[in-house]
């Protein structure tokens, strides 16, 4: 027995690493003979031989191997028969195989769905953790489906108590996570392993849209297990059925709340702080699903939490620090004394906890308020920066990186408010002292530059006293990085591969302080190499490189366009090449830069329209274009359209229609003014190039609140002289096609 057990746990590995190989014409398909055989053995009586056996056949459910799918039916009996196997190992394998083939081959589950799920909500309180947590996985596979809603919505009821009890800290997380012991670790140095590998956010170049102040397109806030702890195994039950609650409440918004409702009273108010530390979890997780159904209970729900945050139990004020932060959006739209004001004060107490998870928890989650809040946040500020610059006395490694976060993400959210020189004592000198402590070669520059780069914009002119040490050092960076890549390139045997993000992040902050300090950042500039490093960094083979150097390159063009001048000739053939939409946030700032550069050179950008006009025109034109790409791609031909009238009015209607549709959203400002100008002088050149699609521009006319006199003068002759050219009948027959709203707009405005 033991020899056969040993050459299926081999059969296991040959399956794990070479799944693709033996599905493949060079071995003659042994898959074809394999499948049914393992088939066969699931049915064997040991239960080491069913395991490995079910096991080796999930191999081949993920790359949907020919010889699996011809044998899929059997497989799913098969699975069947094993459902109620005694062997925990076999339960696990059986609810793995049945979650790939939900991804794969949902089609052959539709039939027997009902009897699956049943199955799955045993499974889900396997006495065994690892059954449970495969079986745990069902539900975050499921919630993906488009069967999902039609599938689950009758077993909810039965659901959603089991995932909530999933959602308690184990006995053994309490031992690892020290939970019963009051833990007061603020003294205890971090180990390097505490610490996770980070990654710098390039620069994108983005516009304003109409609505809320400050309000973006943030993909990246699926952050449902930033709750949780790190030191445990980084998943297990509890996260998962926190993410499988999650995605459902995202699937069933508020229709989830019946069956949550109930149990979540009992959980919030419960003398068992593992228990109530669960609820906590609970009505973080389902924040972003049932947001609409919640809000009428958040009166009585976000004083109960912010009381939270002074529990006795580290864990539990930790989770109430991030299920408040799921709930940051509401507590800044209700008046300021009543929610924010209160939670702020203890979410700046819990920053200086004595605990370092509460610590970092609590950053975070005064992070997440400082976006939603904005200039809000104004009226406190000198409060917030004492706790933010005492923590910075206070904190160990890990949580220094969170607090930079937070400091950049309150420069980012205030600006120009910060720009007060009482502010500006208490923070720069805990941050300049961190600057010249790191040498540079320390990763923990990443997280400095970033933050710093934020202040720098945010204080504009009151960064200038410390520009110039940070300048340089930035480009002393970005020297040593592409020296050392030089090396590396020439002799790989003898020299490491460059950390380019030290480059890419110096380039930032550069764009940070060119931002901030406009023309100020004139004579640092003149004083440096900087433009020569700038065309090697805008040639870089890796993509991030060049798209922090466009960006910098774009900044330093509306700072100190004498030095950006002398460059235009080598660097408009770079920014042409990569107008490529393969590499979206490269071709983004390329496009942004192009604009930008457009504006200062004028009638002398003639020579480069060919270079540049042919791929844009090609973008616009793109299905599935990201929007910020195309608003950029609008903007900046319209700016070429304005410097360079006879070279791009010619292809007007090639791309008018695009061009209407992705600016009518932008909110008013500067660059939709240039570009819309452009626009106009075109249509002047080559009137016939807008007739056809006459309507969109209309519409894009409209969604400006208002422009200029003498742009609403351009709108308003060219309006008329469309009108005059058709004659009053053809015109009222084309108006009729305006929906209500846009008529009342043109008439009100223009007249027509």
């Known amino acids: 027995m033991s020899v056969s057990q040993g050459s299926f746990g081999a059969l296991q590995k040959i ?70 196997d005694e062997d925990s190992e076999v339960r696990k394998n059986v609810c793995r195989a049945l979650v790939m083939l939900l991804e794969v081959r949902v089609d052959r589950l539709i039939p027997h769905m009902h009897s699956i799920i049943q199955y799955m909500l045993q499974r889900t309180q396997d006495p065994d953790e690892n059954v449970a947590l495969e079986a745990c996985e069902f539900w975050l596979t499921l919630a993906e489906q488009p069967i999902c809603k039609e599938s689950l919505s009758g077993h909810l009821a039965q659901l959603t108590p089991i995932l909530v009890n999933g959602m308690k800290y184990s006995e053994i997380d309490i031992i690892l996570l020290k939970g019963d012991v009051e833990e007061e670790d603020e003294a205890v140095p971090d180990s390097d392993q505490d610490i996770k590998p980070r990654f710098h956010k390039s620069r994108t170049v983005t516009l304003q849209h109409e609505g809320a102040e400050g309000e973006q397109d943030n993909d990246d806030d699926d952050d449902d297990d930033d709750d949780d702890d790190d030191t445990l195994s980084d998943w297990n039950l509890r996260k998962c059925s926190a993410a499988a609650l999650d995605v459902l409440a995202n699937v069933f918004r508020d229709d989830l709340l019946p069956h949550l409702l109930p149990l979540l009273k009992g959980l919030l108010f419960h003398p068992d702080w593992v228990i109530k530390e669960s609820g906590i979890l609970v009505l973080g997780a389902i924040a972003e699903g049932c947001m609409q159904g919640m809000v009428a209970y958040l009166p009585e729900l976000i004083p109960h939490l912010i009381a939270c945050l002074c529990e006795k139990k580290a864990l539990v004020r930790s989770i109430a620090c991030w299920t408040l932060s799921r709930y940051a959006h509401w507590v800044v739209s209700q008046p300021p004394d009543s929610y924010l004001k209160p939670l702020m004060t203890e979410l700046l107490k819990r920053i200086l906890d004595s605990n370092k998870r509460v610590q970092e928890a609590a950053c975070s989650a005064f992070a997440t308020l400082e976006e939603e809040a904005c200039t809000e946040l104004v009226p406190y500020l000198s409060f917030i920066l004492d706790t933010l610059v005492f923590a910075f006395g206070k904190y160990q490694h890990k949580n220094l990186l969170i607090l930079y976060d937070a400091i950049g993400t309150l420069a980012d959210s205030v600006g120009h408010h910060l720009n007060q020189p009482e502010y500006i004592q208490k923070l720069m000198p805990p941050l300049i002292a961190k600057w010249n402590e790191l040498k540079d070669e320390d990763k923990d520059l990443f997280p400095l530059l970033e933050c710093l780069s934020s202040v720098a914009t945010a204080l504009q002119s009151g960064f200038l006293p410390y520009c110039e040490p940070v300048y340089q050092r930035c480009v002393t960076l970005v020297q040593k990085t592409l020296a050392q890549a030089m090396m590396y390139n020439q002799h790989p045997d003898q020299y490491e591969a460059p950390d380019k993000d030290f480059m890419i992040v110096a380039l930032d902050l550069l764009s940070g302080l060119a931002e901030g300090l406009g023309a100020s950042v004139e004579q640092l500039v003149s004083r440096s190499n900087i433009m020569t490093l700038l065309f090697q960094c805008m040639q870089d083979t890796m993509p991030e490189v060049r798209q922090s150097s466009f960006a910098l390159l774009g900044d330093l063009t509306k700072a100190c366009f004498l030095h950006v001048k002398p460059c235009i000739a080598e660097f408009m053939p770079i920014l042409g090449l990569n107008l490529n939409p393969e590499f979206i946030s490269v071709c983004n700032n390329a496009t942004w830069a192009i604009g930008e550069i457009a504006m200062q050179m004028g009638a002398e950008m003639q020579p480069y329209v060919g270079v540049v006009l042919p791929n844009l025109v090609e973008i616009i034109n793109r299905p599935n274009t990201p929007k910020t790409l195309l608003e950029n791609t609008a903007i900046t031909i319209g700016r070429l359209g304005y410097v360079c009238p006879q070279e791009v009015a010619p292809q007007l209607q090639q791309f008018i229609r695009p061009w209407c549709t992705s600016l009518r959203n932008i909110r008013d400002n500067e660059e939709k003014d240039s570009a819309f100008r452009g626009i106009c002088v075109m249509i002047g050149v080559n009137p016939a190039g807008v007739v056809q699609d006459f309507i969109f521009f209309c519409d894009a006319v409209a969604s400006w609140v208002n422009p200029k006199d003498d742009l609403r003068d351009m709108f308003y002759k060219i309006l008329h002289g469309f009108k005059d050219q058709v004659g009053e009948e053809n015109w009222q027959q084309f108006s009729e096609q305006f929906p209500p709203l846009l008529k009342e707009r043109l008439s009100a405005c223009y007249g027509v």
């Open 15 to 84: 399956c794990e690493d070479s799944s693709e190989l033996l599905d493949s014409d060079a071995l003659n398909r042994p898959l074809n003979i394999m499948i049914p055989k393992f088939l066969q053995f699931f049915k064997h009586c040991s239960p080491k031989i069913r395991s490995h056996a079910i096991a080796c056949v999930n191999q081949f459910i993920i790359g949907r191997a020919q010889a699996l799918m011809d044998n899929i039916d059997t497989f799913i009996e098969s699975l069947f028969a094993l459902a109620a």
